[in-house]
């Protein structure tokens, strides 16, 4: 079955500091209307950026990334065979077309003629088969493996067509193929550097690597042979990592940033509208939860998972944990994931929350542990929870934990049964747009630590055949009943607390267009530019 990249995009829809304290901008002052009200209005020199964000990057290896914030900066110097626009709707890049077969095990890509990459490599089929390869190597342990796996062979059939050959049925593999763990790296330079090429990335992007010192910064650079005519549009883009919310508005303020994300949401309405500042915000993927460990009494009975739904005010958790910026979470997944259907909210009912927590053996109540990250804004979210199971008896002792004891805690588990966690709160956006990667890595039983994220240890035999069920076609009518059966039953089942997604929130100088946050919460500067 023939299926042209632009015949599906109706059902498609998921998923630097040049010197720091040097000002690259200035501010000069109107007067303007009949109060003689001040109006800033900020010009800009040159075309090199500065954009703070809010933690260190991780590595330059698309391949073995599995932070959003490390494949933003990634994204500026690779692409992949697809990509995805700033409402996720997959979008041709070095790809130009693919067909597929009805079963969705067999997928072909027309490429692209003329691109290189910026060592001067021919893109072409021997370079997209050198890529897949790579990732679909379990030996190579890359963190994105988990995404290929399922891939068996990559042909080249000519120079500018390749097919990619799966072991099973995986409807989402063009989602998965535009996700940023696919993304092109230099054949040349993947021989050249090996395991070093996070630190030397080369890719066909809009700019090219000038240099990298962790903790500091991180600077590109424009690509003069990039293949799209008249692009980028900047000379340079220079990242700088500032964890702290305030100094990050600070930079933002004196005109030491041109774009900062996140913006604090406690923030946001100050500094908007200020001195040129312009802050957006806009629903996102990212679905925030408590997840329940099933197995572990008491949670292993459904009352008691539905009693902590019932006792968390999801309204209340928006408005003082997020500042309003969110909506309370009605499915599994966000609602601009593909094959997104909403669920009936468990409403804020304590009282119903105490009745079942008698039906299930506990009147007054029990005691439990919550985990989480040891940000500002995670501790805030988890003292909120603390704060709403108290009143229905459960006491919750909250544990906040570097990302590296977490890690240890939860990701080195091998059997289940050792698993201390009780409750978690976690974060998940799913970066393929689709439902599969919304759901799968979370909730089906093949994914419980170590393999994957499933922190509920949660498993039902119905829902892992409809995950099953939904990847064995590439009929999209035929997913989307799948996935809305499978929301169904997740949520009846209460693995977790489901409370919010954010929205994206980031702020810029106003002179800077095309800059923006995708909905999977990363970053797009591929077609920014200034404009005064």
Not at 252 to 276: C, H, Q, R, W
């Amino acid at each position: 079955m023939k299926k042209t990249f632009y015949g599906i995009l109706g059902f498609l829809i998921v998923f630097g500091l040049v010197l720091a304290g040097c000002s690259s901008s200035k501010s000069s002052t109107e007067q303007s209307g009949s109060d003689n009200t001040k109006i800033s209005k900020v010009t800009k020199k040159g075309k090199d950026i500065t954009i703070a964000v809010a933690d260190n990057f991780i590595s330059l290896d698309p391949h073995d990334t599995n932070d959003t914030l490390s494949n933003s900066a990634e994204k500026t110097m690779y692409e992949g065979l697809f990509g995805f626009d700033k409402d996720m709707k997959i979008v041709p890049l070095l790809a130009e077309s693919y067909t597929a077969n009805d079963n969705a095990t067999e997928f072909t890509f027309k490429l692209r003629h003329g691109v290189k990459f910026q060592d001067g490599t021919p893109f072409n089929a021997e370079a997209v088969k050198v890529n897949i390869d790579r990732l679909a190597d379990q030996n190579n342990h890359l963190k994105r493996n988990s995404l290929f796996a399922v891939v068996k062979e990559t042909k080249v059939i000519d120079d500018y067509t390749v097919k990619v050959i799966l072991k099973e049925p995986f409807g989402a593999m063009i989602n998965t193929f535009a996700h940023p763990a696919a993304m092109m790296i230099s054949p040349a330079a993947l021989k050249k550097y090996g395991k070093d090429i996070a630190r030397h990335p080369v890719g066909t992007g809009p700019y090219e690597f000038v240099e990298w010192k962790p903790g500091d910064h991180l600077t590109v650079k424009k690509n003069p042979n990039y293949w799209k005519n008249g692009k980028p549009k900047l000379d340079s883009i220079t990242f700088k990592p500032v964890p702290e919310n305030g100094s990050r508005i600070a930079m933002l303020k004196t005109g030491e940033a041109d774009f900062i994300y996140p913006v604090p949401t406690e923030s946001a309405k100050e500094v908007n509208g200020n001195n040129g500042i312009v802050v957006e915000n806009n629903p996102s993927i990212i679905v925030r939860y408590l997840s329940i460990n099933t197995m572990k009494k008491p949670f292993n009975d459904l009352k008691v998972r539905q009693a902590i739904n019932y006792a968390i005010n999801k309204e209340a958790f928006v408005k003082v944990v997020n500042n309003g910026y969110g909506s309370v979470l009605d499915s599994v997944i966000a609602p601009n994931t593909q094959f997104y259907s909403k669920q009936q909210v468990y409403k804020y009912d304590p009282e119903k929350a105490k009745k079942l927590l008698k039906e299930a053996g506990y009147p007054n109540g029990f005691t439990a542990t919550l985990w989480g990250g040891n940000s500002s804004g995670t501790t805030k979210a988890m003292e909120f929870i603390q704060q709403q199971l108290s009143l229905v008896g459960i006491k919750v002792n909250i544990v906040p934990m570097e990302s590296g004891t977490m890690s240890e805690k939860i990701w080195s588990v091998n059997n289940p049964k050792d698993a201390e966690i009780e409750l978690y709160y976690g974060g998940w956006s799913p970066s393929t747009g689709d439902a599969d990667w919304g759901i799968r890595p979370l909730l089906a039983s093949e994914s419980f630590p170590p393999a994957s994220y499933n922190t509920a240890y949660y498993k039902n035999d119905q829902a892992d055949a409809l995950i099953k069920q939904a990847l064995q076609t590439a009929d999209p009518e035929e997913r989307k009943a799948a996935y809305a059966k499978v929301q169904k039953i997740i949520w009846d089942d209460a693995p977790w607390a489901f409370l919010c997604v954010d929205d994206t929130m980031y702020g810029k100088r106003d002179y800077l267009k095309n800059a923006y946050l995708l909905p999977d919460g990363s970053l797009d500067v591929s077609n920014a530019e200034i404009q005064q």
